[in-house]
């Protein structure tokens, strides 16, 4: 191996939702030499960090430090393939499609470097448009051959050489004192398909949004009030493990049309005020009175108070889906209605 020399040392097919479902595919040495002839690595020193102050999520970024979802998730899904005792070979086709669809989220590249001590992981997203199917293909069997070969192909797949979705970056480093550390690094370069081939596409948002409230700084109506979470953790998990929660926060955007940015707070305290009245008064609330946010002031600040058991309501706040039926004197909100049929 030469100085600088990266080989690739692996090519595995992964399912991103489960971390037992990936096969490596059984290339020769010879092969992969090949294949790393070709396939095109993406350039990472164009990429700016992930910004959490923005609930705008970006289309490409990286990750250096902890606490990031996405980071962490792929930390643990190579953490997991790494603890088995061995990953499969792919036999067959049948093994990586289902009909015309694909049984894979991405096909893993593994390159390493022995100088560096550096391993690099690429993923690259499986489309439908992978699958070849009763083709006949013609090439030249030489560059300067004057006759074309012809392969036949009942059904076989084409490996993605280009447009790598998301980089994972792990090597050895020794300070100058010479403590020695582990640095990881995400580099995501299509975060749609990250997203979508690991399945992240609410949690990741959710947290996104979650994340907002964790200093108290994040602001809404027009008058700019606090909003504050008593428990982060305990109100990201009442959000993930409830699809019409889920749905509510990973739709929120925070452009200044949403309506909820563009109200005043009196306004806000009406709504505060009408839904305290819908529950003390109706003989039969579909929701309690510590289901709904409480506004506090102190030291000159307006505070907008949230727990995981109001975080239905503020949901249904947060995307203007809390409905008043007037003949019926009922306040209507998603969550509950939803879980008021199971």
């Given at each position: 191996?030469?100085?600088?020399?990266?080989?690739l040392?692996?090519?595995?097919?992964?399912?991103g939702?489960?971390?037992?479902?990936?096969?490596?595919l059984?290339?020769?040495?010879?092969?992969?030499?090949?294949i790393?002839?070709v396939?095109?690595?993406?350039?990472?020193?164009k990429l700016?960090?992930?910004?959490?102050?923005?609930l705008?999520?970006q289309k490409?970024?990286?990750v250096?430090?902890?606490?990031?979802?996405q980071k962490?998730?792929?930390?643990?899904?190579?953490?997991?393939?790494?603890?088995?005792t061995?990953?499969?070979?792919v036999?067959?086709m049948?093994?990586?499609?289902?009909?015309?669809?694909?049984?894979y989220?991405f096909?893993?590249?593994?390159f390493y470097?022995?100088?560096?001590k550096?391993?690099?992981?690429?993923?690259?997203y499986?489309?439908?448009?992978?699958?070849i199917?009763?083709?006949?293909i013609?090439e030249?069997?030489?560059?300067?051959a004057?006759?074309?070969?012809?392969?036949?192909s009942?059904?076989?797949?084409?490996?993605?050489l280009?447009?790598?979705?998301a980089?994972?970056?792990?090597?050895?480093?020794?300070d100058v004192?010479?403590?020695n550390?582990v640095?990881?690094v995400?580099?995501?370069?299509?975060?749609?398909?990250?997203?979508?081939g690991?399945?992240l596409?609410e949690?990741?948002?959710?947290?996104h949004?979650?994340?907002?409230?964790?200093?108290e700084?994040?602001r809404?109506?027009?008058?700019?009030?606090?909003?504050k979470?008593?428990?982060?953790?305990?109100?990201?998990?009442?959000?993930?493990g409830?699809t019409?929660?889920?749905?509510?926060?990973?739709?929120?955007?925070?452009?200044?049309?949403?309506?909820?940015?563009?109200i005043?707070?009196?306004?806000?305290?009406?709504?505060?005020?009408?839904?305290?009245?819908?529950?003390?008064?109706s003989?039969?609330?579909?929701f309690?009175?510590?289901?709904?946010?409480?506004?506090?002031e102190?030291g000159?600040?307006?505070?907008l108070n949230?727990?995981?058991?109001?975080?239905p309501?503020?949901?249904?706040?947060?995307t203007?889906?809390?409905?008043?039926?007037?003949?019926d004197?009922e306040?209507i909100?998603?969550?509950?209605?939803?879980h008021?049929?199971l």
């Amino acid at each position: 191996m030469g100085k600088d020399e990266v080989l690739l040392i692996g090519v595995y097919v992964v399912d991103g939702s489960r971390s037992e479902n990936i096969k490596k595919l059984p290339f020769d040495n010879e092969q992969l030499k090949q294949i790393s002839k070709v396939v095109s690595l993406p350039e990472s020193d164009k990429l700016k960090p992930f910004d959490i102050e923005s609930l705008n999520l970006q289309k490409k970024y990286y990750v250096d430090n902890d606490g990031n979802v996405q980071k962490e998730y792929v930390e643990h899904f190579l953490t997991e393939v790494k603890a088995q005792t061995s990953v499969k070979l792919v036999n067959s086709m049948q093994e990586l499609f289902d009909g015309v669809d694909n049984k894979y989220d991405f096909v893993m590249y593994h390159f390493y470097n022995e100088q560096t001590k550096s391993h690099n992981v690429y993923f690259y997203y499986l489309n439908k448009g992978t699958i070849i199917k009763n083709k006949v293909i013609a090439e030249f069997e030489h560059t300067t051959a004057k006759k074309l070969k012809i392969i036949e192909s009942n059904k076989s797949f084409s490996l993605p050489l280009g447009n790598c979705t998301a980089q994972y970056t792990y090597r050895q480093s020794t300070d100058v004192d010479g403590e020695n550390s582990v640095i990881k690094v995400l580099y995501v370069y299509n975060a749609k398909d990250f997203d979508y081939g690991f399945d992240l596409k609410e949690s990741v948002k959710v947290n996104h949004v979650c994340d907002q409230f964790k200093e108290e700084e994040y602001r809404l109506t027009s008058s700019e009030v606090l909003v504050k979470f008593s428990d982060l953790k305990e109100i990201k998990k009442k959000i993930l493990g409830d699809t019409t929660l889920s749905d509510s926060f990973s739709n929120y955007s925070n452009h200044a049309n949403a309506r909820i940015k563009s109200i005043s707070f009196e306004q806000l305290r009406t709504v505060i005020e009408k839904i305290n009245e819908y529950v003390a008064k109706s003989p039969n609330p579909k929701f309690l009175i510590n289901n709904i946010p409480t506004i506090s002031e102190s030291g000159g600040k307006t505070r907008l108070n949230i727990t995981s058991e109001s975080v239905p309501i503020f949901a249904a706040l947060l995307t203007n889906t809390a409905v008043e039926k007037l003949l019926d004197n009922e306040i209507i909100i998603p969550y509950f209605k939803v879980h008021e049929q199971l």
